[in-house]
């Protein structure tokens, strides 16, 4: 496939699967062409990523990793992909859809999606509902292994204890670090460990240090978006030659760690759609925005988006979906102020 594997492999939990110690995030090649996140994935998988995460809820990442795989020897890629559904029949019809855009006979890992609360919790495992079904498939040879994600720390703690998952991901950094007292659990039950947000929804920006915190435990299993080759290079080189961080290294997260504070977007996304068409966690993260988008861009998009902040009316829906309990509305109005400041910098 080109290029010799450049990065090590990593078991993950009792699976089975033997997977790279980094993944690749599917959602931010969304943002690409087909034929441009196609040559990215494979450029990917040349690299020695094999381990690609996707959903059935991101609808273009998932036909644009299957481009790239097509014509892969399929031992050589583990495909995971998950689904938010908790009703059985809605569930197998995801999973259905989500072969066909991979253009594959089986999910390596299937993972039930944002199990945030213990009502959905419940109504995954009810008769009828998405587990039943995840067995069934499994019993076809449609899905292999079965994982769950989650944005609430403590509710995970629990699924894990059910043993009905063999893998979890969860959001891991060194910002919101909760989820580092799952993994000695994760390691005795054999649970596969897979850390989504390892840059806490943008709001760390030096990635080398994010992937460093990272390659200190083992077994833990990041999957980084990836959105460019400069970004993939970058992830290959660091784990080329995978280390923990240094003293100094650490000091500097501990830093930022003070300077982000806990009351920050993730971008998870769960607080949409909002009632009055806002687009929460863009505004939330409109520094970081900014600071990443060429400013023509950023500009059409603050000037069609931060005006409806106007149109908030405190109805609370967005607050109630919040895994990280963020008082949205209140929030709103700082981001209005600074973006009002950010058009006075292009305009000095």
């Known amino acids: 496939m080109g290029r010799p594997v450049m990065i090590d492999r990593a078991e993950l939990g009792k699976t089975g699967l033997r997977v790279s110690r980094v993944g690749f995030g599917g959602i931010p090649i969304t943002r690409l062409t087909d034929a441009g996140a196609a040559a990215l994935v494979r450029e990917a998988i040349d690299a020695g990523v094999s381990f690609l995460d996707t959903?059935?809820?991101?609808?273009?990442?998932?036909?644009?990793?299957?481009?790239?795989?097509?014509?892969?020897?399929?031992?050589?890629?583990?495909?995971?992909?998950?689904?938010?559904?908790?009703?059985?029949?809605?569930?197998?019809?995801?999973?259905?859809?989500?072969?066909?855009?991979?253009?594959?006979?089986?999910?390596?890992?299937?993972?039930?999606?944002?199990?945030?609360?213990?009502?959905k919790w419940e109504a995954i495992r009810a008769p009828?509902?998405?587990?039943?079904?995840?067995?069934?498939?499994?019993?076809?040879?449609?899905?292999?292994h079965l994982g769950v994600t989650s944005h609430n720390i403590a509710l995970a703690g629990?699924?894990?204890?059910?043993?009905?998952?063999?893998?979890?991901?969860?959001?891991?950094?060194?910002?919101?670090?909760?989820?580092?007292?799952?993994?000695?659990?994760?390691?005795?039950?054999?649970?596969?460990f897979i850390a989504m947000k390892p840059f806490a929804g943008g709001a760390i920006e030096d990635g080398l240090l994010a992937m460093r915190h990272l390659q200190q435990f083992d077994g833990v299993v990041p999957i980084p978006g990836i959105e460019t080759r400069d970004e993939l290079h970058q992830v290959v080189e660091l784990y080329s030659a995978p280390r923990g961080p240094t003293g100094g290294e650490r000091a500097r997260m501990a830093q930022l760690k003070r300077e982000i504070g806990k009351v920050f977007c993730r971008a998870c996304g769960y607080c949409q759609p909002c009632p009055q068409g806002i687009a929460i966690p863009m505004i939330l993260r409109a520094e970081s925005f900014a600071r990443r988008m060429p400013a023509d861009r950023t500009r059409r998009a603050f000037d069609r988006h931060m005006?409806?902040?106007?149109?908030?009316?405190?109805?609370?829906?967005?607050?109630?979906?919040?895994?990280?309990?963020?008082?949205?509305?209140?929030?709103?109005?700082?981001?209005?102020?600074?973006?009002?400041?950010?058009?006075?910098?292009?305009?000095?």
């Open 128 to 144: 009828g509902g998405a587990y039943e079904a995840a067995l069934r498939l499994k019993e076809q040879g449609k899905v292999r």
């Open 307 to 348: 005006p409806k902040i106007d149109a908030c009316t405190g109805c609370g829906q967005c607050v109630e979906r919040c895994p990280y309990d963020l008082d949205i509305p209140a929030m709103l109005p700082a981001k209005r102020a600074w973006y009002h400041q950010w058009l006075g910098t292009l305009e000095a």
């Open 55 to 119: 959903a059935h809820t991101y609808p273009e990442s998932e036909p644009r990793i299957g481009m790239a795989v097509s014509g892969v020897d399929r031992d050589a890629v583990v495909l995971a992909s998950k689904d938010a559904s908790a009703d059985g029949p809605m569930f197998a019809r995801h999973v259905e859809e989500s072969l066909r855009r991979l253009g594959t006979d089986y999910l390596d890992l299937m993972q039930f999606h944002n199990v945030g609360d213990r009502a």
């Open 158 to 192: 629990d699924m894990i204890e059910s043993g009905l998952f063999e893998t979890l991901q969860v959001p891991l950094n060194f910002v919101a670090d909760e989820a580092e007292a799952l993994l000695p659990r994760c390691r005795e039950l054999g649970v596969g």
